[in-house]
DNA sequence: ATGATAAGCAACCTCCTGATTGCGCATTCA
DNA sequence: TGAATGCGCAATCAGGAGGTTGCTTATCAT
């Protein structure tokens, strides 16, 4: 299998944990896939910090990349996002079979 | 405003983003409040481990404390956990409007 | 062939994180 | 009152994360 976490979605959410890299996968969002150079425009950065968090992003299996001539595009995955917002769903369903949840925060 | 990381979800991705917290998480998923000793039991980490872990979680928003005696409880927060799916959804939906994804992929 | 562009590699640095140990304080119970 | 329980605080430590700089290699255009 060389799908990352599979069956743990925290390093899913530890690759989401982090502004510049949920400012590139806005970027990404339009589907398009972009150069590292392109990535790294508009931003404070170096080159070499964006690559990075895009290895971080890709051992996550949110983006992939592709190499084209000297140029190395990355684009999201959808499969990875899907993984991490359905782990959410079940939480949260998990949580809606619960009422009464403030009441057992006091009494324990 | 005390609501923490109202408009930035990355700090609540990145509490997220460790196996230890997911499990805590998980364990204060049917609604009940629990003292930090409770949580440390079935653990190999010490207690101490358990309530940084646990700070991280209330400074992200995802669990509230409550003093009772000599215990301090922590709770499941809904809010929190509701924005960090409200975002993932945002996202999905915006690559949802973009067909040829894979297309767009080779063609950059 | 030459120069510019895109990227990779490696070393380095600082700061944060995860985790431990040791101790002290408050609370409950016998 | 005295012992046990639950917790907080502080110091410490190893390792990883985020970021930079410098250099090299590959590719494209002229």
């Not at 996968?25 to 508009?42: M, T, V, Y």
């Not at 931003?43 to 084209?68: E, F, M, N, P, Y």
């Not at 684009?75 to 403030?102: H, K």
Request: proline residues 3%; without cysteine.
């Amino acid at each position: 299998m060389l799908n990352p976490s599979a069956a743990d979605p925290a390093p899913i959410f530890a690759a989401l944990g982090d502004r510049t890299r949920l400012a590139l996968l806005g970027k990404l969002a339009d589907g398009q896939a972009r150069s590292i150079s392109a990535l790294s425009l508009d931003t404070a950065l170096t080159r070499q910090a964006i690559t990075k968090h895009l290895h971080v992003l890709q051992d996550a299996g949110l983006v992939a990349s592709l190499r084209v001539g000297r140029e190395s595009r990355f684009a999201a995955r959808r499969e990875t996002l899907d993984e991490a917002r359905a782990y959410l769903d079940r939480v949260s369903a998990q949580w809606d079979e619960t009422l009464g949840r403030l009441k057992a925060f006091v009494e324990g």
